[in-house]
């Protein structure tokens, strides 16, 4: 680790002296890129923030949003990028409880997981080897600490070979006079570290997060990859819980990025104060550890309390209660941000210039060239087949079934669905909850494939009768440095803005990953949004066919196939699709329609398009009879449609009226499968045929 030489200049000049060691590694990492946001915060003002239901909005640990006048949710998302390749397990797991316990500072009890996966060609072994490793991380932490996966996605892209990306989002769930938040509240609370004991795994892991992978990472780096246990996080749950029941904590922060110093100095600057902290009082689980390592290092399982003088000795009881370090380690103060170590300062620096006084980055973008439409034939046949069967379309079902996504009895819609649904029973209202993004469309048109990205997530909520309330990003890019790749990087985060506000979902939060780059180049730009909405009740139309209604297509098709699976497998380029101008307004009809109990099922159309949505509908007993003019209706990715089974056509098509078109495709059948005319030709598939391309994942991995 290392302070750069204009970052120096500029401490230098704010201290009138020589930083000490502990105080140029604290700079270093709170001025990292993954901390102080120094290249994406300029771009970040393009997000609205604000509803009627926004309690907290950006800034905190995580967002609040009301659902009730009594009822909160928390949402919250992060990444694990670096880590997860360098230490798949470790890396992924340590993600989990990151934001498990981001939810944990504001008051709330996690309720649903969601994880945005991103790797290398499934074909290629070391991209099976992160998948593998990054979803048994995530699968062991998040069930043993009893918190479901509900949903999220998965993709494949031969750009992530040198650097996955694992984006972990988590809802939580508080009454309203529960909150707490990041902000100091008055001078001479104590400071209390409860959790694990620290240790040296995690050093650097701010700044390690802020550098391109080099070759040897996987060897290099492994000490800055945090080791996790998660038996003791869910004892950290339960004490959390016990706290805040009992009005113990007056502000809270996760030990995350930065480690103790990072929380601790942005927790008191936050409230406008300073500390006073004595680094010999941290419990530790190694010997001979230097201030800058107590300081720094990322350990986890730990939280930082800001407690009443008068509460200490009960904050102790519960934290013995559960066998959970403890240590007071000092106090809220007027002035600067002080720690000492062995009798001597080993810090002493402007709390808000330590945690907020990085300069920004004023970097160029160029914007990306914009593809000509260039068509190859295709056996259609051939065709369906590879769009079905890829990876990244293929069923997830190898993925989540690893997942106990029913523990806490909330998950009322369960993974594989377009949506997950969480019963918030206090309010009764199902909250429904989606997380992804995708690669080939921003790859294809950063600005216009992320506008794709916000409408296809609020389409999913839509197809289960849910409208959005609010929405996180974790905005992943490559080396900002490089003109070509902040032009992608600017692109995704106004797409997503624009489209967000045409849909008038706040976007409360989130997180900026950059410096995704190896050996083997950049990312694509990929901004992974999870969103969250409410709908009355918990119930909700399933994803699969019923067999006994007509099928309807609503929505407008964008007429070209930029971004789409069908080119990723048959070549060419096109133009990305035309996205509707009414996002809206689509959106609330189609959860109208999803609510109306004519309605026997929907489910979106976007990736591998309706091709791909068809093929998942079909079961056993129940397929379809379809019509379509072509291979372009048939693998056209345009979010904002989906297909509608109902046994009242006229109704949805009176709904939709003057919002969007609604085409009539078939009917539903009782015999498992699935005919397709496509213009002249006709294709035919059983049920058992379509599991077997679908199952492409679990086939190669058990």
């Given amino acids: 680790m290392s302070l750069s030489d204009a970052d120096h200049e500029l401490v230098v000049a704010e201290l009138g002296r020589e930083p000490t060691t502990a105080e140029a590694a604290l700079f270093e990492n709170l001025w990292s890129e993954h901390c102080a946001y120094r290249s994406s915060r300029p771009l970040l003002s393009a997000f609205d923030s604000e509803s009627p239901d926004v309690v907290v909005g950006p800034g905190d640990d995580a967002a609040v949003v009301a659902v009730s006048d009594d009822t909160y949710v928390t949402l919250g998302i992060e990444s694990h990028n670096h880590p997860s390749y360098v230490d798949p397990y470790d890396g992924a797991a340590t993600g989990v409880g990151g934001i498990v316990r981001d939810t944990l500072s504001m008051g709330a009890y996690p309720i649903a997981l969601a994880d945005s996966l991103y790797f290398g060609d499934f074909s290629e072994e070391h991209s099976r080897y992160l998948f593998e490793g990054v979803v048994e991380g995530i699968a062991d932490y998040g069930n043993a600490i009893g918190v479901p996966t509900v949903t999220g996605s998965v993709d494949f892209h031969s750009d992530y070979e040198g650097n996955p990306l694992v984006n972990v989002a988590c809802v939580g769930l508080l009454p309203a006079e529960r909150l707490v938040t990041a902000e100091a509240q008055n001078a001479e609370n104590k400071l209390v570290l409860v959790g694990n004991g620290t240790g040296r795994d995690g050093l650097g892991g701010a700044s390690f997060a802020s550098e391109d992978l080099a070759e040897d990472a996987e060897t290099e780096d492994r000490p800055a990859v945090q080791v996790g246990d ?18 113990l904590v007056q502000s809270a922060r996760d030990l995350g990025a930065a480690g103790l110093g990072g929380a601790s100095s942005e927790l008191v600057a936050k409230g406008g104060f300073g500390a006073e902290i004595d680094l010999d009082a941290v419990h530790q689980r190694e010997p001979n550890m230097n201030a800058m390592e107590i300081l720094l290092a990322e350990s986890q399982e730990r939280m930082c309390y800001e407690v009443r003088p008068e509460d200490v000795e009960a904050v102790e009881e519960i ?3 559960y066998d959970l370090g403890c240590s007071v380690i000092g106090e809220v103060a007027e002035g600067n941000y002080v720690c000492t170590f062995d009798g001597e300062v080993a810090v002493d620096v402007p709390a808000e210039y330590l945690a907020d006084g990085a300069p920004m ?10 593809p000509e439409r260039d068509l190859p034939r295709v056996d259609l046949s051939e065709a369906f087949e590879a769009v079905v069967g890829s990876p990244t379309t293929a069923s997830k079902r190898w993925v989540y079934r690893q997942y106990d996504h029913e523990v806490g009895l909330r998950t009322a819609v369960k993974p594989g669905d377009d949506a997950a649904v969480m019963a918030i029973r206090e309010a009764e209202k199902g909250l429904a909850f989606s997380s992804g993004a995708n690669p080939k469309w921003t790859s294809a048109a950063p600005y216009d494939g992320a506008r794709a990205v916000a409408l296809e997530n609020a389409i999913n ?14 905005l992943n890019g490559g080396n900002p440095e490089k003109p070509e790749v902040y032009g992608g990087f600017k692109g995704i985060v106004d797409g997503l803005a624009d489209m967000c506000r045409d849909l008038s979902t706040p976007v409360v939060g989130g997180n900026v990953s950059l410096y995704n780059d190896s050996v083997t180049g950049p990312i694509p730009p990929t901004p992974t949004l999870a969103v969250v ?10 994803a699969a066919f019923s067999g006994e209604g007509t099928l309807l297509l609503v929505g407008t098709g964008g007429g070209a196939l930029g971004g789409s699976e069908y080119l990723a497998h048959a070549g060419g380029s096109d133009k990305f699709p035309e996205l509707p101008k009414n996002p809206a307004e689509v959106v609330a009809e189609l959860a109208a329609v999803a609510n109306d109990e004519t309605t026997l099922a929907v489910h979106d159309v976007s990736h591998g398009g309706l091709a791909v949505s068809l093929a998942e509908m079909v079961t ?8 379509v003019d072509g291979a372009l209706s048939l693998f056209d990715e345009t979010p904002g449609r989906a297909v509608v089974e109902t046994t009242d056509p006229e109704r949805v098509r009176e709904t ?8 009539e495709l078939g009917e539903a059948t009782d015999d498992g499968t699935l005919s397709l005319s496509v213009g002249e030709e006709q294709l035919v598939y059983t049920a058992e045929e379509i599991r077997v391309m679908r199952d492409v994942i679990a086939r190669e991995l058990d």
């Fill in 620 to 627: 056993e007993n129940a397929g379809a009879d379809v019509t």
């Fill in 656 to 663: 939709f009226d003057g919002a969007a078109p609604v085409l």
């Fill in 533 to 542: 909405g409410t709908k009355d009740g918990y119930d909700a139309p399933p």
């Fill in 461 to 474: 909520l839509a197809a289960k009768g849910a409208t959005p309330l609010a929405a996180v990003d974790c």
């Fill in 319 to 321: 934290a013995e209660k």
């Fill in 361 to 370: 980055n004023d970097l160029d973008a160029v914007d990306p060239d914009q």
């Fill in 230 to 247: 998660p038996y003791t996080e869910k004892l950290l749950i339960e004490a959390n819980e016990d706290l805040v029941d009992a009005g």
